[in-house]
């Protein structure tokens, strides 16, 4: 949470509702560490429409971000998606973070919209549970 706050919300001046923690008991929170401390962080929900995980408020400790962190965890949220048997994931990315999914083989969705008082768009990726060699 402390992780969350500091790279996602400090910058936007947003403090933690208890009310929206409490709504977080049943997701997947996946954390990366480093030396016994959290540098990076997501949480996987699940998605009433089928068969589908959205992840969100994904975060990297700003002195590790462009180290390849983000995207191990992306990966690994991947893998996590296919064990639950969902087939793909779904996220409201900021637009600033728009080339980092891209990269991953994310989808773009429909047009922009404004969550958190920022430009975001809904991305998508089929994740595949029979990989190639």
């Known amino acids: 949470m402390t992780l ?9 001046n947003m403090l933690f509702d208890p009310a929206e923690l ?14 016994g401390l959290v540098v990076a962080c997501c949480i ?5 429409q089928g068969s589908a995980l959205k992840m969100r408020q994904v975060a990297v ?8 962190l983000g995207s191990q965890m992306v990966e690994f949220c991947e893998s996590l998606t296919v064990e639950l048997e969902a087939q793909r994931i779904v996220l409201n990315a900021r637009e600033s973070a728009l080339p ?7 989808e773009v969705e429909g047009g922009e919209f404004t969550e958190v008082g920022l430009p975001h768009r809904r ?4 994740v595949d549970s029979h990989p190639s060699a």
């Open 123 to 126: 991305m998508w990726k089929l």
């Open 100 to 106: 980092f999914y891209l990269a991953l083989g994310y």
């Open 61 to 68: 400790c700003q002195s590790l971000q462009r180290n390849g």
């Open 4 to 12: 969350r706050d500091e790279v996602l919300r400090k910058p936007l």
């Open 44 to 48: 996987l929900s699940k998605v009433e």
């Open 22 to 35: 409490q709504k977080e008991s049943s997701d997947f929170h996946v954390v990366g560490i480093q030396k």
